[in-house]
């Protein structure tokens, strides 16, 4: 039996399929930021704010109840800033069984406890364990869906300026503000150097030429990302920069803001009563 070759994968088509994929979800979640939305239309300090009450009140309740009541409601307000459904509930739940799947595996069957289910070679599921695995799974999804809903619904900026209500230093919210530009930045100075490589090369390269490649790359980017640090702080500096962040656009709360506070702040309030 004649055995054919294994088809190479090529690294340059499946590199930029990548990046051009995370620049896509960042347009995209960008996009969705600038909506006729519910949490669109608040300030960006009630989200915080009540997005921060909720995490709380899920890490606190006993009751799988109350924190499914709470994932339901995030699919609510999801559906009421109009965000996707599908889009929404993929984000959380393609990645969840993977991160969230190595810690749960283990508890079903290490929890002592009843018996609920058996199964060859001595692995039993008990009560206590499914329990468990299905709390971690509710707190998990609902903490990352309620984030999820922040980030869509808030541009970056504006969602480090909002971090200002609960006293985070300038410092680390400007320091944030930077890594994301310059991640955004340099996956596309990235996107085009792989792009010009791929417009020049004829045919399929070899692993070695490959690795060579991809090492080449990478240096000049580091280069690039060094060269580019130094000059945007040169242009900071000349524009008045001193180390304080000022906000061109100052949040003002408005009735609606401190209503849906309120209702939120009464809501996360009732959650954990509820979740004793």
Do not use: C
């Not at 340059?12 to 399929?17: N, Q, S, V, Y």
């Not at 903490?143 to 209500?165: E, Y």
């Amino acid at each position: 039996m004649i055995s054919r070759p294994r088809k190479r994968s090529n690294v340059i088509e499946h590199t930029l399929r990548d990046i051009a994929g995370t620049l896509e979800n960042a347009l995209f979640a960008e996009e969705i930021s600038g909506r006729s939305g519910l949490l669109q239309s608040l300030d960006p300090r009630v989200k915080v704010l009540a997005v921060l009450a909720f995490l709380i009140a899920v890490s606190l309740s006993r009751s799988l109840v109350v924190i499914a009541v709470v994932y339901v409601l995030a699919l609510i307000l999801a559906l009421a800033s109009s965000i996707p459904a599908d889009f929404f509930i993929k984000r959380v739940w393609l990645a969840l069984p993977f991160f969230t799947g190595m810690l749960i595996l283990p508890a079903l069957f290490i929890t002592p406890g009843p018996t609920l289910l058996q199964f060859p070679f001595g692995l039993v599921v008990t009560a206590t364990g499914l329990t468990s695995a299905l709390f971690l799974l509710l707190r998990v999804s609902t903490s990352v869906s309620l984030t999820l809903l922040l980030i869509l619904t808030t541009p970056w900026n504006t969602t480090l300026s909002a971090l200002t209500v609960l006293r985070v230093p300038d410092v680390f919210i400007l320091i944030l503000g930077m890594t994301y530009r310059y991640i955004y930045l340099l996956l596309r100075i990235a996107n085009d150097m792989f792009l010009s490589r791929k417009s020049r090369v004829v045919g399929r390269l070899d692993d070695a030429e490959n690795r060579r490649m991809l090492a080449a790359v990478s240096g000049a980017l580091l280069g690039k990302s060094l060269d580019m640090s130094s000059d945007v702080y040169l242009a900071m500096q000349s524009r008045g920069f001193r180390g304080a962040m000022v906000t061109l656009k100052p949040f003002k709360m408005r009735s609606r803001d401190w209503f849906w506070l309120a209702a939120f702040a009464a809501i996360s309030l009732l959650a954990v009563f509820l979740g004793r």
